[in-house]
């Protein structure tokens, strides 16, 4: 069974820094994706990033790039969403998703396995 467990949300100030966890366990994700994505009250979820398991390949959102940098440590079994120079938009619930075979990273439904999210708020 595969279970995505993410960590490391809180509450932060305008121009901080939160470093998400995602710790992925229950098959070998070596032909997968892992990203991150987020949704704020009242909105739809929103593709951040995303990284190709085997070679290590990212994608960002144009709205996070620069601030945001996504990695994984194979070791560990673990993906990673470093985040600074936050703003108060940044604020959502912040999900870890896995997917197989995925046509358009951006697409919440390609990907088939979800974590149950972390939350991420950052004051003005």
């Known amino acids: 069974q595969v279970q995505l467990v993410e960590s490391g949300g809180g509450l932060v100030q305008a121009g901080g820094s939160l470093r998400l966890s995602c710790a992925a366990s229950?098959?070998?994700?070596?032909?997968?994706?892992l990203g991150w994505f987020r949704q704020a009250p009242g909105k739809e979820r929103e593709f951040v990033a995303t990284?190709?398991?085997?070679?290590?390949?990212?994608f960002y959102a144009d709205s996070v790039k620069g601030r945001f940098t996504i990695s994984r440590d194979n070791a560990k079994n673990s993906v990673y969403l470093q985040m600074n120079s936050l703003k108060p938009e940044d604020t959502a619930v912040y999900y870890c998703?896995?997917?197989?075979?995925?046509?358009?990273?951006?697409?919440?439904?390609?990907?088939?396995?979800w974590g149950q999210g972390t939350q991420v708020t950052v004051s003005s």
């Open positions: 998703a896995a997917g197989g075979k995925i046509s358009i990273v951006t697409r919440p439904y390609e990907y088939d396995y």
């Open positions: 990284i190709r398991w085997s070679g290590g390949s990212t």
């Open positions: 229950g098959r070998a994700f070596t032909s997968y994706r």
